[in-house]
């Protein structure tokens, strides 16, 4: 069965540094979100994207959060300069129909 | 804004019993429902949905979830707990094919006892 797999599954940096997160959605999904949990909290959705543009984003995503869809197949999220409460797990999901299917996440530390 | 409440934070069962996490929402329209489950170090997994149609829908692994308008409820219900049911739950709700992002609720974390 087709899934979202995410890499790194760990990823340690320390406050300042850039990130990037990567993910490959499900082939022919043609939506991609990425959401965030901080540890004890709710899943919250940072952003949307579509069509090579962004569709829609939450107030967590400021400018120093980015997406991109730099091939066929990948989809990341940078963060450009990390804050200690950037510390979450982050997941991202892909759509087709009304389903979202989501990828094992991938834990960010920030020290 | 759609928000969704899971009242309980924590619940215990033991295997072989019946379960019911709660579920409620807050949305102007009819609303998209989702129930995911996540198991420790594992991403979320799609339980059942509901779009429209008939109010009692089944899912995976034995789970099945009733829609109440009246009640602004999706209560999510097993029968017959087994010990890898064990995980989180989550309730979500989206406002349709614009945008379709999720709100969560806060999640229920379900302990089975042996």
């Known amino acids: 069965e087709p899934e979202v797999t995410q890499t790194p599954s760990h990823q340690v940096t320390q406050m300042g540094q850039e990130v990037i997160l990567r993910c490959v959605p499900i082939?022919?999904?043609?939506?991609f979100y990425w959401y965030r949990q901080i540890l004890g909290q709710k899943v919250e959705f940072l952003v949307s994207f579509y069509n090579n543009e962004i569709s829609e984003k939450s107030e967590i995503f400021d400018d120093q959060f980015s997406v991109e869809r730099p091939d066929g197949s990948n989809f990341t999220l940078k963060i450009r300069s990390t804050k200690l409460e950037d510390s979450a797990m982050y997941f991202c999901?892909?759509?087709?129909?009304?389903?979202?299917?989501f990828g094992p996440g991938t834990r960010l530390t920030v020290t | 804004a759609q928000s969704v409440t899971q009242p309980d934070i924590h619940i215990t069962v033991s295997e072989g019993a019946s379960l019911e996490l709660r579920c409620n929402y807050s949305?102007?329209?009819?609303?998209?429902l989702f129930w995911y489950v996540q198991s420790p170090g594992q991403g979320l997994q799609l339980l059942l949905k509901?779009?429209?149609?008939?109010?009692l829908v089944q899912g995976i692994k034995g789970f099945e979830a009733e829609f109440k308008r009246s009640q602004s409820s999706f209560n999510l219900r097993k029968p017959s707990v087994h010990w890898s049911d064990a995980a989180e739950y989550f309730c979500a709700v989206s406002k349709g094919a614009a945008g379709n992002k999720l709100t969560f609720g806060g999640g229920t974390r379900v302990l089975v006892k042996p």
């Open positions: 509901y779009f429209s149609g008939d109010t």
């Open positions: 999901a892909s759509r087709t129909g009304y389903e979202q299917y």
């Open positions: 949305y102007g329209a009819t609303p998209y």
């Open positions: 082939s022919n999904h043609l939506y």
